[in-house]
């Protein structure tokens, strides 16, 4: 994943939480979303955020109750997370979200891979690896929420350019480049410092992932696929480990 730290780091980390609504909303927009999927603790009590970074999930996770270890490559971000996390049983760890396993308890109740994490992986073996140690770690009657934004359209000429969020200072745009297994995402910043603009730009890779190709995977690895969601382009599943096999 040195492309995506990179990325971050050079670009992208200071505007994140800006670029995706801001973190208020997105803290409400996941506690509604576990409300309402009767996500909360039953087993050990233990959830793993895979692609923590800033916040949006583990923080939700922990006031429903909640001992969250939340994961991620990027500092600035897990450091804005604890800015947020005072008080609440949350643990940061600074790793490679593939190499999860190796920070975490035998007992875990829940994963979580949210916000468009998965895509920064490398292949879809890469994306199955991290399917089956999830399956691996989880408690019997735990659960793996995973979303992703379905790549696999491929979008035309002008519609490639992609205005995301703008503000009296800051405009966000994404251009795109589509490659057989991933996206080429251009991402480009201007930011009005005094009387003057100033862009920023840098570029990364996403992977194509089916929700078919998704779901079989899933399947195959020994979880069931309790709900799906297609809200936008963005896919959301909610897989569980039985009870008893």
């Not at 959830?47 to 990027?74: C, E, N, R, T, W």
């Not at 790793?95 to 891979?113: G, K, R, S, T, Y």
Request: charged share 25%.
């Amino acid at each position: 994943m040195a492309g995506v730290k990179k990325h971050y780091e050079k670009l992208l980390a200071p505007y994140y939480s800006w670029l995706c609504g801001g973190s208020e909303r997105k803290f409400e927009e996941n506690r509604i979303f576990f409300k309402s999927r009767g996500i909360r603790p039953t087993l050990s009590g233990v959830a793993v955020d895979l692609g923590a970074g800033s916040g949006f999930q583990s923080i939700p996770l922990s006031k429903a109750g909640f001992k969250v270890i939340a994961i991620d490559l990027i500092h600035d971000l897990l450091m804005e997370l604890k800015s947020h996390a005072e008080g609440l049983p949350i643990e940061t760890i600074e790793a490679d979200l593939l190499n999860f396993a190796e920070h975490i308890p035998q007992n875990v109740e829940l994963i979580v891979c949210m916000g468009d994490t998965l895509t920064h992986l490398r292949t879809v073996e890469e994306v199955q690896s991290l399917i089956e140690d999830s399956r691996r770690v989880l408690e019997d009657g735990g659960h793996l929420i995973l979303s992703f934004r379905d790549l696999t359209a491929e979008l035309k000429n002008l519609d490639r350019f992609v205005p995301v969020r703008s503000g009296p200072e800051l405009i966000f745009t994404c251009f795109l480049e589509y490659e057989k297994h991933h996206v080429k995402v251009h991402d480009i910043i201007n930011e009005k410092t005094g009387n003057r603009w100033l862009m920023k730009k840098s570029f990364f890779r996403k992977l194509r992932i089916s929700p078919k190709w998704m779901t079989d995977c899933l399947l195959k690895v020994g979880f069931t696929v309790e709900n799906l969601d297609i809200d936008n382009g963005m896919i959301t599943i909610i897989a569980g480990k039985p009870k008893y096999l």
